[in-house]
């Protein structure tokens, strides 16, 4: 049973920086593509950053300075660094991994992230 736990949201300040972990079990993590989406209210679900198994990464353009995506393969578990955060950044932030095939599958539950004053 694949299982994803994400950590590290929380309230924090405009300019300011959160670090979103993620631990994958039941799958052979090092060959997973990994990715961060999150969700506003009222908002469909987007993709803020993904690496791939060879560590490509790709941004969502209004992210790219900001954010870095990162994965450790011994630790099974993938990163999500934010910069100079922002009120539009504000949302469920959810962590998936792909199905070996390009589908992201799995999904976890998702972490709050809230930018305000």
């Known amino acids: 049973q694949v299982q994803l736990v994400e950590s590290g949201g929380g309230l924090v300040q405009p300019g300011g920086s959160l670090r979103l972990s993620c631990v994958v079990s039941?799958?052979?993590?090092?060959?997973?593509?990994l990715g961060w989406f999150r969700q506003a209210p009222g908002k469909q679900r987007e993709s803020v950053a993904t690496?791939?198994?060879?560590?490509?990464?790709k941004y969502l353009d209004s992210v790219k300075g900001r954010f870095t995506i990162s994965r450790d393969n011994s630790k099974k578990t993938v990163y999500l660094q934010m910069n100079s955060l922002k009120p539009e950044d504000t949302a469920v932030y959810y962590c998936?991994?792909?199905?070996?095939?390009?589908?992201?599958?799995?999904w976890g539950q998702g972490t709050q992230v809230t930018v305000s004053s």
């Open positions: 998936a991994a792909d199905n070996y095939w390009g589908r992201y599958d799995y």
């Open positions: 039941g799958t052979t993590f090092s060959l997973n593509a």
């Open positions: 690496i791939t198994v060879a560590r490509m990464t």
